[in-house]
């Protein structure tokens, strides 16, 4: 999904508004937590299977097809626009710390 809305000119995962400045302090280990790749393939997974969205899929394809460029990217874009809502969500949430993308430190209480 994320490689078709970056062919259409809807996602740049180089973008500063995919990027998530974190305090490696506050965390026990550089290894990702697997819940949190589990979580977001989970939710990127549901959005895939809805039918519109594959329906917007194949018609992108095939206007991508047609060098249809603005056609495949007018598609895709109620799609994209959901997924930078989701994006904002799961980026405050880390920054807050109500999520965690590495292993935070425990406190340790005397």
Do not use: H
């Not at 329906?55 to 460029?69: G, H, N, Q, S, V």
């Not at 799609?79 to 920054?95: H, P, Y």
Request: proline share 4%; charged share 25%.
């Amino acid at each position: 999904m994320l490689l078709m809305l970056a062919r259409v000119g809807l996602f740049d995962a180089s973008s500063p508004c995919n990027q998530v400045q974190l305090q490696p302090s506050i965390y026990d280990s550089e290894q990702r937590l697997e819940s949190f790749d589990s979580a977001v393939k989970g939710w990127l997974s549901k959005l895939l299977a809805i039918e519109a969205y594959v329906k917007a899929d194949e018609k992108a394809r095939a206007a991508l097809a047609r060098d249809d460029i603005e056609m495949a990217k007018s598609t895709l874009r109620p799609f994209a626009e959901n997924i930078g809502q989701f994006q904002a969500t799961v980026r405050t949430a880390l920054m807050k710390g109500k999520l965690f993308l590495f292993l935070p430190k425990q406190s340790r209480a005397a």
